[in-house]
């Protein structure tokens, strides 16, 4: 093609210099400028513009120079052929104003056609077809109103061409689709167009039924023939309403009328294949594609990342001929949708070594990245990158960067920019995110507290997602009556029919200690998924009711519900809290999870089925399963065995146990503190404080032990040894009479539980004013006789703390409710439910 552009425009240019009569015949000219158009020769085009400017002016050649530079892309040179003629007529001006509407020179467009009215000149179908397209591309839509009264007063609502201008402009504008249709129903003719417009305007709007409707209306019309446009419409209507079996009849349709090989309709294919789940379909329709472009190369590498298949989508993007940012935040969004976070940063570094063009996607999809990978120091950075770039005052960026300093931790910062976010901005996501952040970081009556403040201020929508983390919160800290205001808000606003609201009720009540409530929002739910399951089953086992939790696992297998590794877990705990010794039905379950249910054990499962051998005296099989098991087993299976040691008196394999727990290297702040309590418990006190101070160089927190009591809609929290409460002296006065009387009844106090290198005395002193006992002496003095004591605390509740509790029980005669990490324990007459055993 070069070699033929280069010889024609020799040719044209030697005939103009040797035949200089050519010049003289306008025809030849002509017939030249149509050449100079058909191989984009700018060159030729301007030398024959050199020689119609000898000529008398002829309007056909004036007209036809303006159109040449307007298809060469020459505005500049088609204004100044425009400027020279002395009687620009209609067909001038209507290939101008079409020439900068399409070149997104709205404005000029609509100057000309006004300089065009105040000539006289009377526009036709062309001519409007072009200055509604401007009106659209510059957002003018009072002239577009003033527009179609003109066609109306001209005559031109026949034209099929302008009726269909007319409907795009409607639908870009007012998004108004009764307009739409009165232009339509209107029509005296239609074209394939006229119908193409409509049925993209309903699918855009999600109203596929319609579609679907007016697509068969016009197939029953011998007279339309539908085209690539109308096909791929349909198509996205399918993909939108997942009707897979009515995509697969118009795919066989496309086929039948000669579309199978058609771009278009085949990218459209592949979105649909990919929402309907069938990668194979995907897979063959993407080899038998005779042309690819690279919407159809991005599109693949989104199908194989939505199924999955992170290794075909990257053979994908390592085969594609030519790749752009687009291509490159497809895969980035890919890594992050497959939890692959750290392979998404890999590629964003790559993307700016190689200077691809950075969007405001690609900002969004690596900040994700980061939350994933919920490394700290790596989400410092990449903000620094976006502030330092510029995208700092994009509200996606800001947004994301919200919610990545809220799965990293990073609340201080979070907050920061919460309250620097500006007032024109909508507040409803980013509130619903911090409300998020503070349920999900530990800081439940942060979670409430905010909530409260936003329902005052009025700044945040109440949707699925909100009243799931509120009801969290709820759950987590024990406030049962804000739980139950949610629960009527959602009865109230429709919100129950969400599955995921639903769920979180059940568990909201079952952590609050109301199973009862739990239980029937169970029954009287609609459609349940594995997750429902699950929340019953671990509200039970919170109440240590593991016969309960079992017939709820028989009755979910009855119903055909396939498990999860979650559930698995549950149901292995619940061996633990059963009135009878069904350690057999136990090593059943844990055995046949790789060929039931196609589950492999994790360590959680292995420290669950440890723990149900444990509780039934089971240690040398305990240890030998620790033995046996495939992976290097995790402290937390460890400290399962432990555990069972301690309550079982069984120093030998505790010793063995701990000697295990100690070599090895720690990768969690529980297995650091784990190690360290070891030590301690041995008077091994410089060893511990080595551990300790290895952990604060890691930047490691331990979880402070944190005990909460809710009165009067109000959350109470103590710490250990804590002054900050308004009645810290009558709390402190209260509890020494009140271990003064356990003692007369016969306790004394566990100084085994001090892991500190102190004196006996100040042993005491530290295990008198722990945060359970301030908290049961705050709702004992805030409480009416007989009313039950309710306590929250986040972490195990000490050995100490629980033989307080069951002298508390018995002086005050008062039920004693402590929800710690292990469950529920409830102490009445001295005894507690778990038996002794958590």
């Known amino acids: 093609r070069p070699l033929l552009l280069a010889s024609t425009t020799a040719v044209s240019c030697h005939t103009l210099y040797y035949k200089p009569h050519i010049c003289n015949d306008v025809n030849s000219l002509l017939t030249l400028l149509n050449l100079s158009v058909q191989y984009s020769d700018a060159e030729l085009a301007k030398a024959v513009h050199a020689c119609s400017l000898k000529l008398q002016e002829d309007t056909h050649l004036g007209n036809s120079l303006v159109l040449a530079y307007l298809k060469l892309g020459l505005f500049n040179h088609s204004l100044n052929v425009f400027a020279s003629l002395s009687c620009p007529n209609l067909v001038t001006y209507s290939s101008l104003i079409s020439g900068f509407a399409k070149s997104n020179q709205g404005s000029k467009a609509i100057e000309l056609f006004m300089k065009m009215r105040t000539e006289g000149i009377e526009p036709n179908e062309f001519t409007f077809v072009a200055i509604l397209s401007a009106c659209i591309r510059v957002l003018e839509s009072e002239l577009g109103f003033q527009i179609h009264g003109l066609v109306v007063k001209m005559g031109f609502l026949d034209s099929t061409f302008v009726a269909n201008a007319l409907m795009g402009f409607y639908w870009k504008f007012t998004g108004n689709l009764r307009l739409v249709f009165k232009v339509f129903d209107e029509m005296p003719q239609r074209d394939v167009a006229s119908w193409n417009t409509v049925i993209s305007c309903l699918v855009k709007e999600g109203m596929y039924e319609k579609a679907f409707e007016l697509f068969r209306v016009m197939q029953g019309i011998g007279c339309f023939r539908a085209d690539f446009f109308t096909i791929s419409s349909i198509l996205s209507a399918c993909e939108g309403s997942n009707a897979f079996m009515k995509g697969k009849e118009v795919h066989a349709h496309a086929i039948r009328i000669g579309l199978e090989g058609n771009l278009s309709v085949n990218n459209v294919l592949i979105g649909l294949y990919t929402q309907c789940g069938r990668v194979r379909d995907v897979a063959v329709l993407f080899e038998s594609m005779p042309i690819r472009d690279v919407i159809t190369w991005t599109q693949m590498i989104t199908a194989y990342m939505e199924f999955g298949l992170v290794d075909l989508a990257m053979k994908v993007f390592n085969e594609m001929p030519e790749k752009n940012c687009i291509s490159y935040n497809a895969l980035m969004t890919g890594f992050c949708k497959n939890g692959e976070g750290l392979k998404a940063v890999k590629l964003f570094i790559e993307m700016v070594e190689e200077g691809l063009e950075l969007t405001d996607f690609s900002l969004s999809s690596v900040i994700n990245a980061c939350a994933l990978v919920m490394d700290v120091k790596a989400s410092e950075q990449i903000q620094g990158f976006c502030l330092k770039f510029g995208f700092g005052s994009n509200v996606c960026v800001e947004a994301a960067l919200l919610d990545m300093c809220i799965r990293c931790g990073r609340m201080a910062d979070a907050e920061k920019m919460f309250r620097i976010w500006p007032v024109e901005h909508d507040n409803s996501v980013v ?391 292990s469950g529920f324990h409830c102490f009445r007459n001295g005894q507690c439910c778990c038996k002794d055993y958590w």
């Open 431 to 821: 509130c619903t995110s911090m409300l998020c952040g503070y349920a999900r970081n530990g800081q439940p009556d942060e979670a409430v507290l905010f909530f409260l403040r936003c329902q005052l201020e009025g700044t945040m929508d109440l949707d699925e997602v909100t009243l799931t983390s509120i009801l969290g919160a709820c759950g987590t800290l024990g406030f049962e009556k804000m739980g139950e205001q949610i629960h009527c808000y959602a009865l109230k606003t429709g919100f129950v029919t969400d599955l995921g609201v639903l769920n979180s009720i059940i568990s909201m009540y079952a952590k609050c200690g109301n199973m009862n409530d739990a239980i029937k929002v169970f029954d009287i739910m609609p459609v349940r998924d594995v997750v429902s399951w699950n929340a019953l089953i671990a509200g039970h086992i919170l109440h240590r009711q593991g016969d309960e939790a079992l017939a709820v696992w028989s009755a979910m297998e009855e119903a055909g519900i396939r498990p999860d590794t979650i559930t698995l877990f549950l149901v292995l705990s619940a061996y633990r809290h059963t009135n009878l010794d069904l350690v057999d039905d136990c090593r059943k379950l844990f055995l046949s999870m790789r060929t039931d249910y196609d589950i492999e054990p994790t360590s959680q499962h292995h420290a669950s089925f440890v723990s149900v051998l444990g509780q039934w005296g089971l240690l040398e099989e305990a240890e030998e399963t620790i033995e046996n098991m495939t992976v290097e087993p995790k402290a937390s299976v460890w400290r399962a065995l432990l555990d069972s040691c301690r309550i079982r008196l069984n120093t030998t394999i505790g010793k063995r146990v701990a000697k295990r727990i100690l070599a090895m290297k720690p990768q969690d702040p529980s297995t650091y503190i784990l190690v360290s309590n070891l030590y301690s418990a041995s008077g091994r006190w410089h060893c511990s404080e080595t551990v300790r101070e290895d952990m604060r160089e890691k930047g490691f927190r331990k979880n402070p032990a944190r005990s909460w009591i809710i009165h009067q809609n109000n959350i109470h929290p103590f710490y250990t040894r804590d002054k900050s409460h308004p009645q810290t002296k009558d709390i402190y006065r209260g509890l020494e009479i009140l271990v003064m009387e356990c003692q007369k009844a016969g306790y004394v106090p566990d100084t085994s539980f001090v892991l500190h290198e102190v004196e006996e005395h100040q042993k005491k002193e530290f295990l008198l004013y722990h945060s359970a006992k301030l908290a049961a002496t705050y709702g004992i003095l805030m409480t009416k006789h007989g009313e039950p004591i309710r306590i929250v605390k986040n972490i195990h509740m000490c050995g100490d703390c629980h033989t307080f509790m069951k002298y508390v029980s018995i002086i005050t005669k008062r039920e004693i409710l402590v929800r710690d990490a």
